[in-house]
């Protein structure tokens, strides 16, 4: 989501502090400078990255994030 939301890059790595392929993360960099196109391009990047996590934890299960997906309007059909 973040590639698709115009970050400039996003990085896949393994590790985290937890052991080498225990755990896979994402990070995303998004250039901003000034232009109506890079606001626009923040504004869904960080939008979709939190976002992100939200949709996992409520397709696992978790009340507290099927609740924050509702009051944030997140339309998640699997839930």
């Known amino acids: 989501l973040n590639t698709a939301g115009g ?4 990085s896949l790595h393994h ?3 937890v052991g080498m392929g225990f755990s896979q ?3 995303m960099v998004i250039v901003c400078d000034g232009t109506e196109d890079a ?8 939008w979709n990255d939190p976002a992100t996590g939200v949709m996992r934890h409520a397709d696992a299960g978790y009340e507290q994030a099927k609740a924050c997906a509702e009051r944030h309007h997140l339309n998640l059909p699997m839930i």
Do not use: E, N, P, S
């Not at 970050?7 to 996003?10: D, E, F, G, L, Q």
């Open 15 to 17: 590790g985290g502090g």
């Open 39 to 46: 606001d626009a391009r923040l504004a869904r990047v960080l």
């Open 7 to 10: 970050a400039t890059w996003v």
């Open 25 to 27: 993360h994402a990070g």
